[in-house]
């Protein structure tokens, strides 16, 4: 007698539980959705999805396409120090869709755009996983605010990047060898991670 109760893995599990957390992200967002619900929805148990799926942000790169976790980018810029790099941060984030020589792999930025422009829930997901994943230093003691302004700026200037290089097309930034665009692009995204953003108003300066 076949025994009850939730179905074991086979060849297609993967693929159900990655179609149930696609479907559950666009409807709950990334905070509120959960293994647990991903797997109900799967009818898997859910020790059976983090068998494929480390953790949430595992998944949800999966369901997005995601060629690298921004979080383990964010690791890799790290200085030696301890600090972060702009411009190693914009290279290692360029490198995710270029992930041969000469081989710009463009379809899974286009799958992400695509997506988030065609629904609202996929871009709100997209903006908390970035939330979760993005934590710039910044200046010591500041407020969250200030702090989401970073991850804010920050996220602004590379998916623009990553619009005008792999979408719009436009030259030179993209042809341009991305180590020579991570040194163009570098001094902005260190300003956006370790400068005060709201520096005092010089009294003599002019009014507009």
């Known amino acids: 007698m076949a025994r009850a109760g939730r179905r074991p893995g086979n ?4 693929a159900e539980i990655v179609a149930a ?15 647990r619900g991903v797997a109900r929805r799967a009818s898997v148990d859910p020790a059976l999805v983090h068998h494929y799926f480390a953790d949430k942000s595992a998944l949800y790169i999966e369901t997005m396409k995601l060629p690298m976790d921004p979080h383990q980018i964010q690791a890799e810029v790290l200085g030696d120090d301890g600090s972060f790099s702009g411009e190693r941060l ?8 270029e992930m041969e020589p000469g081989d710009r792999e ?20 997209m903006r908390e996983f970035l939330t979760e994943r993005l934590n710039p230093h910044g200046l010591p003691g500041e407020s969250e605010q200030m702090q989401q302004r970073r991850r804010a700026l ?5 998916m623009g990047l990553a619009w005008i290089r792999y979408v719009m097309r436009l030259e030179p930034v993209a ?15 260190d300003h956006y991670l370790h400068d005060d953003l709201d520096p005092p108003v010089d009294p003599a300066a002019p009014a507009d």
């Open 11 to 14: 060849a297609d599990t993967r």
């Open 21 to 35: 957390a696609r479907a559950a992200f666009a409807e709950f967002g990334y905070e509120q959705a959960s293994i």
């Open 90 to 97: 914009v290279e290692r984030f360029l490198a995710q869709w």
């Open 106 to 125: 463009v379809t899974s930025f286009l799958t992400l755009a695509q997506a988030m422009a065609a629904s609202p829930d996929t871009a709100d997901a």
């Open 154 to 158: 920050i996220s602004s200037q590379l």
């Open 175 to 189: 042809t341009t060898d991305r180590f020579e665009i991570a040194r163009w692009v570098g001094p902005t995204i």
